[in-house]
Structure formats: structure tokens, C-alpha cells
């Protein structure tokens, strides 16, 4: 047994590196319950059932009874997000389509998010896991940079963003008493690629040509480690009942980078894909810029240094759960209280759990450059825009509201320790404010429904040992987000001059509007969107 925990956790820490999982939601606003076969099958209605491996993040309570198991398991979900665009009132913005936006929508291609736990079986009363997952979610977000030859409506929130986000968790299961589980886990977060890629306008003017005037910019950060912990409890005050509770904190993700810029890349023939007018910025580089060849004479001052002029704090909200079970344990076998195998030894259970994410905590989406103190950019946004510098403050408002939901859900052993299925579904209320709203995390109210189911192989005379086979199926349905008047206020989009037309007004700008920033906003329209998720997986149990 020594050997297969030492050879079962080299797996763990091997496997999930080279399978990292490239997610571009850092916050509970963009997940979906949850990650694993059981929990996806069943809609997220799992804290206070916690009887798989990935306890060790969702509820470590339940790690005290399991069985020592290693469980691979995988995500393969798309998110299929749209957005129609509506201009606004005093946007003189000439970008082809004379404001009437056609719909556009993100290639939702399906993505792999793999999880991979293992558990140890200390003894009756306790149990220790490892496990390695991302945030229940879809990543790879990719936007059209073009639509009908034209700049694409949605680039200045998103062309595209990738991330990588790991939680490596370590946890431990205690059965204090008989009938109660504590539990405890600390995550090691890393963050070692974030990059979001949109457009913003290169002089803050109008009427614009956008054509000539949008900058692509893509920001790539990385935040190495930030700690995060759960607390978890299972009390069990009879044989039929489970009553649970799950808290989880993790600190803002504070990363460093460097964003490089393209002018003349939404031009009509780079649309038809001739780059040879583009021109690129980069921060990391001493002189902001791929210096040409030749290069200027004299060069410019080394207004970048080193690199890591990028600064981004993404803060992750607080989560907790409160589960109610009801099972119903097999007549004719010995129930062992100690143990945690509802398939070998419940007819069928069911669970209710209730849920907070303290989304409010997440303001702003906070993104900073060098700069005076009186607020002015010091750094060049391009060489091709010799005017242009980029802004010291880039912040994102999200304005996010506190997310309260339901989870229903629960499994079946048509054939006792052999065939479960399950079933499930999930509501969780609206975060998003709509004059906030944004297409990189849509906050809508969400809706969503799940079925599932295990086939147990036992091997070895006395069946000590199993082969658990999964798969989980859920689709997410989200709520309309809509800001449709033309006069409404909005987010507006980052330029690379203080105030528009050059009208400074001491720090601020003329006609009251924060500099940097459009006078107009660009997120007016309609939002929608839908997931569909399928989990497979296998678990050993030695």
C-alpha cells in the first residue's frame, strides 16, 4: 500500500502538469458546478456527499471513510457567447457598418479541462487527498478581429483570452466523533500565463476612422503563487442524513507583464491579411518597441527599462456551501459508519445544497502602467503613433453583485455497487451589473440541468479492488444581458490620448469624462449565452 501512495502521488503532480488546463475564467463568476463526473451529473449537489477524491478541494470533510483511490477525470466544454451591438448616442466612430452592428459571436470550440486527485486511506477516521483542477469553466475565448472587412463590433472589450490556472490542493478528513467530519485544505495557486487580447483607439478623436486609428493590444501577465484554503464539515446526526458546510478563500491573483500592441492592424488590407504597414509596440523591450531596421537615429529614451510594466490584480471571490442528504442505506449488508461508498452501500440519495459567492468583491478588473503623478502615460503605446502613450490606469469596472443559488441533486444504484445514475440541475442569480456588462465573464442568472452515471468493474476474489467508469453530461442556460439605449451609460474603451479632441482640463478632461476613455461607451447590446459540458473519467480503487 506504502508503494502505491508513493507511485499514485508522483502520478498526480506528473500528469496534471503536462495536462495543465488553459482556463481563462480566474472567478466564480464564470464557473459552473462543478468539476468531476459525479458533481457534474448530479448539477453541483455534492458537498455534503463528498465521496470521491476531489473532496480534497469541493469538501475535505469527506475525505475521512474514503477508500484510498486515484481518479482522473476531464471537463470537454464550449461556450457559445454572443453579442449585438448597439452604438452610442454621440459615437461618431467610422468603422464601416454606419452603426448598424451585425451580431457576432466567440468560436466556441470544445476544451479539455482535466482533473486528477488521489486519496489515502489513513485509517477509519482519517484520510488525506492530493488533487490538481482549474475552475469549473470554458476557456479560450475567441472573438472575430474582422467582420465583413470591417473591425469586428466587440473589440474593444475582447478579441481573445487564454489563462492558465492550476490549484494544486493538499487536504485532510477527520471523523472527530462517530457521525462528525472535519476536514481542511490548502490550495497552492498559480497562474503562470494570463493574456487578453482587444482593441482600443490609438488618439482619442471624432469623428475616428478605426481603421487607421484602433491599436491591437495583448496583454500577457503571470502570478507564479497565491495561497487559498477550504474548511469543510459532514455531520451526520442519523443514519439517513448529511448536513454539510464548505467555505473556501483564495488571495487575489497580483500578476506582472508586459502587453505588446499592433497599429495598422485593422486597416482594409490587413483584413485581407497584408501586415506590412503594422507596426509593434512592446513593453517588455528597453525602447517600448521591435526597434526597425534600420533603427532611428537617435533611439528613443528607454521609457520601458526591464519589462514587467504591466501590473494586474484579479481578485477571486469567497465561496460557501450548505448541503442537506438524504439516503437511503442497503437492507441486508453490514453498514460500516466509518466508510464513504454510497454506491456500494445506499438504494439512493438525494441533496439539496444552497450557495454564496461574494462576487461584489470583484469591482474592478484592475490593470496599471507606469505614469506621472499628475495621471499622464509615460510609456509609448506604439512607434507607428508617435502621440499615442498607454494608460496608467486600465482598470475595467465589473461592478459584480453577490451570487446566491440552489443545487438539486442525486443517484440511483439501479444495480448495488455496480450501475448508479444520476441527475441534477442549478440556479445561481444575476452578478452582472448590465451598465457593467462585458463579454469576458458573462453574469447573467444562470439556469442550468445534468444526468450522469458510473459502472463499477470489481476485481480480485474478494472485490477489494474497482475500476469506477464515468461520464457526466450538463448544459447551462444563461439569462439576456441587455443595455439597449443608445443614451444609456456604459463602459467605454481605453484610447491611447487623455481626452477626446485633446480637451484636458487640468488632470480630468473637458467634458468630465475619465481620461483615457472613450466619452461614449462601446458595450451597449445584447449578451447571450449557453454551455454544454460533457465529464468522463475513470477511478482505481486499490
Not at 455534492?46 to 478541494?57: C, E, H, K
Not at 482535466?114 to 477509519?124: G, K, M, R, W
Not at 459532514?234 to 467555505?247: E, K, M, R
Amino acid at each position: 500500500m506504502r508503494r502505491a501512495l508513493r507511485v499514485s502521488a508522483a502520478a498526480v503532480f506528473a500528469v496534471s502538469f503536462i495536462c495543465a488546463p488553459r482556463l481563462a475564467r480566474a472567478t466564480s463568476v464564470e464557473e459552473f458546478p462543478d468539476n468531476g463526473s459525479e458533481q457534474e451529473g448530479r448539477g453541483g449537489a455534492w458537498v455534503a456527499r463528498a465521496s470521491d477524491p476531489l473532496a480534497t478541494l469541493y469538501n475535505p470533510a469527506g475525505l475521512a471513510g474514503q477508500p484510498t483511490r486515484l481518479t482522473l477525470q476531464a471537463n470537454i466544454s464550449t461556450q457559445n457567447t454572443c453579442f449585438a451591438r448597439v452604438q452610442a448616442a454621440g459615437d461618431q466612430t467610422n468603422d464601416g457598418f454606419n452603426g448598424q452592428y451585425p451580431k457576432v459571436c466567440n468560436a466556441g470550440s470544445f476544451f479539455p479541462d482535466p482533473q486528477l486527485a488521489f486519496t489515502y486511506h489513513v485509517s477509519d477516521r482519517v484520510g488525506i487527498g492530493l488533487a490538481i483542477l482549474g475552475p469549473s469553466a470554458v476557456g479560450n475565448a475567441t472573438w472575430p478581429q474582422f467582420v465583413n472587412g470591417n473591425p469586428a463590433p466587440q473589440r474593444y472589450m475582447l478579441l481573445s483570452s487564454t489563462a492558465t490556472l492550476l490549484t494544486p490542493t493538499v487536504g485532510v478528513g477527520w471523523e472527530v466523533v462517530d457521525g462528525l467530519r472535519l476536514g481542511a485544505s490548502f490550495i497552492f495557486g498559480t497562474a503562470p500565463n494570463i493574456d487578453f487580447v482587444n482593441a482600443a483607439p490609438a488618439i482619442n478623436e471624432s469623428p475616428a476612422n478605426a481603421q487607421d486609428n484602433d491599436i491591437r493590444n495583448e496583454l500577457k501577465v503571470k502570478e507564479l503563487f497565491f495561497p487559498g484554503f477550504t474548511l469543510g464539515a459532514i455531520w451526520s446526526p442519523t443514519s439517513n442524513l448529511d448536513v454539510a458546510a464548505w467555505y473556501k478563500w483564495m488571495s487575489d491573483v497580483n500578476a506582472k507583464g508586459d502587453v505588446t500592441t499592433a497599429a495598422n492592424d485593422f486597416t482594409p488590407a490587413a483584413a485581407k491579411g497584408n501586415t506590412s504597414a503594422v507596426t509593434y509596440g512592446d513593453t517588455a523591450e528597453p525602447y517600448c518597441y521591435t526597434l526597425p531596421s534600420p533603427a532611428p537615429n537617435p533611439l528613443p529614451p528607454r521609457a520601458c527599462g526591464n519589462g514587467n510594466n504591466a501590473s494586474v490584480k484579479v481578485p477571486i471571490p469567497m465561496e460557501a456551501k450548505l448541503g442537506f442528504r438524504y439516503h437511503q442505506p442497503r437492507s441486508g449488508i453490514p453498514y460500516d459508519t466509518h466508510r464513504r461508498d454510497p454506491m456500494a452501500q445506499d438504494v439512493f440519495d438525494i441533496e439539496a445544497d444552497f450557495t454564496w459567492a461574494n462576487d461584489s468583491a470583484f469591482d474592478y478588473l484592475q490593470i496599471r502602467f507606469p505614469g506621472n503623478a499628475n495621471g499622464t502615460g509615460i510609456i509609448p503605446a506604439n512607434p507607428g503613433i508617435p502621440a499615442s502613450t498607454i494608460p496608467p490606469n486600465a482598470d475595467v469596472p465589473a461592478k459584480y453583485r453577490d451570487v446566491f443559488g440552489v443545487r438539486v441533486g442525486g443517484d440511483y444504484n439501479i444495480v448495488p455497487d455496480t450501475v448508479a445514475l444520476r441527475a441534477g440541475a442549478f440556479f445561481e442569480t444575476q452578478a452582472a451589473n448590465s451598465v457593467y456588462q462585458n463579454i469576458d465573464f458573462d453574469g447573467a442568472d444562470r439556469f442550468g440541468v445534468a444526468l450522469g452515471g458510473t459502472y463499477r468493474i470489481h476485481f480480485g476474489s474478494e472485490k477489494q479492488h474497482a475500476l469506477d467508469l464515468m461520464v457526466g453530461y450538463g448544459h447551462v442556460f444563461f439569462g439576456t444581458l441587455s443595455n439597449n439605449n443608445p443614451n444609456a451609460a456604459g463602459l467605454s474603451a481605453l484610447s491611447g490620448t487623455q481626452c477626446l479632441n485633446g480637451a484636458n482640463a487640468g488632470s480630468g478632461c473637458a467634458n468630465g469624462a475619465q481620461a483615457y476613455r472613450t466619452p461614449w461607451p462601446v458595450n451597449l447590446g445584447t449578451i447571450t449565452s449557453d454551455i454544454n459540458v460533457i465529464n468522463v473519467g475513470a477511478s482505481y480503487k486499490f
